[in-house]
């Protein structure tokens, strides 16, 4: 599951003041015993019962009285979970005047406790979580991961897959934690250490990459040490896109006078068989603002998808040659451009096709303008 280095760390970089909790259990802790509050309606999950003998799913939501949107945005989760033998059951803070009927969660039909003193969310959060997240607790017992509700499915796949590791998790969260203290504590050379510490488990990892070199370069003012750092990891794995769309961007802000274009050159010899990946740089550069922008990449790479000789199926192909099309358009050849768009057209189906249709004779509409004038 990708890393999501908590709002707090990366806030630490530019020294933005904040509160934690501070959690009694840690990734990989035993759960012993859960601190009951009052049940809505009176009537309980038999939390006691699932403890050390089933996988169980927190969902942590407040307020007491939550918004139907916020409520319904992980009530499918928590039901999904439930279908898949697990668990699950509310936890919101606080006591409303009247707990038996509370309007927004009458048709909820997963149990909801309301957590009187924060008990619960002090057991189970760690030091930035805030509500909403969830917590995972094993069949055995242990604390397993907390983290956003949308990254439970993952979670809980990797957990029955194997490929989760609560020692790996357990360790991650404690190096978070001892780097938000150095941070705060603007130790930034012993914060790049501990980030090269954490790297030998993770030695290209893009958030990684991307704290170590922002460190070294706005605190530590080094960005050649920043640009031998990000070298370093691409050399550890030259398939981790995110490294050169990191590289171009930190290149962009650390050293604006180094052209950009040789990165675009990597990108498309690198990555001509991932054609996805270079049509949403494309979108991305094509959204940069113009004194910025490097047209002569954001061409490189749409020629070079539109060529990709390994499409997932046709519909990608098809998108491929309408990126490309319009970036002939915006480079001032549309005649070229309405020729991609002709191709996609034969390639699309439905409204995709109808929409490079209309693309296509926007752009001959455009031809024969450009040559009407004088």
């Not at 046709?314 to 915006?330: K, N, Q, T």
Request: aromatic share 8%.
């Amino acid at each position: 599951m990708k890393r999501v280095f908590p709002a707090a760390v990366i806030a630490a970089l530019i020294l933005l003041p904040g509160t934690c909790f501070s959690a009694p259990l840690a990734i990989g802790d035993r759960v012993e015993k859960f601190p009951v509050g009052v049940w809505y309606r009176n009537v309980p999950a038999p939390v006691e019962q699932w403890l050390g003998k089933k996988t169980m799913a927190v969902l942590f939501i407040t307020p007491a009285v939550p918004d139907v949107l916020t409520l319904g945005r992980v009530v499918k989760t928590a039901e999904n979970l439930r279908k898949q033998g697990i668990g699950v059951f509310f936890s919101s803070p606080g006591l409303p005047k009247n707990p038996g009927d509370v309007p927004a969660w009458k048709d909820v039909s997963i149990p909801v406790m309301f957590d009187l003193k924060s008990d619960l969310f002090g057991l189970l959060s760690g030091k930035f979580e805030r509500i909403p997240f969830a917590a995972v607790i094993t069949a055995k017992g242990e604390l397993a991961w907390r983290g956003k509700f949308e990254q439970l499915p993952v979670l809980l796949g990797e957990m029955a897959s194997g490929k989760y590791r609560i020692a790996d998790a357990s360790r991650r969260e404690k190096f978070t934690v001892e780097l938000d203290g150095l941070l705060k504590a603007r130790k930034y050379r012993e914060a790049v250490e501990a980030i090269g510490k954490e790297q030998k488990f993770e030695p290209a990892n893009a958030e990684l990459v991307g704290l170590k070199c922002n460190l070294l370069w706005r605190r530590l003012k080094d960005a050649d040490a920043a640009f031998r750092e990000i070298d370093r990891a691409i050399a550890a794995d030259p398939s981790a896109f995110a490294l050169y769309d990191f590289k171009l961007r930190f290149q962009r802000q650390a050293a604006p006078e180094r052209p950009v274009l040789p990165v675009f050159r990597t990108m498309a010899e690198k990555f001509r068989d991932k054609p996805a990946l270079l049509m949403a740089q494309v979108s991305r550069e094509m959204n940069t603002p113009i004194a910025n922008m490097c047209p002569e990449g954001a061409l490189l790479l749409a020629k070079t998808a539109a060529s990709s000789p390994k499409f997932k199926d046709a519909r990608e192909e098809g998108f491929a040659h309408l990126s490309y099309a319009r970036l002939l358009h915006y480079c001032g050849r549309p005649g070229l451009a309405a020729a991609e768009a002709a191709r996609a057209e034969e390639l699309l189906t439905g409204k995709s096709k109808a929409l490079a249709g209309m693309v296509k004779k926007h752009f001959l509409v455009i031809e024969k303008l450009s040559k009407e004038l004088k």
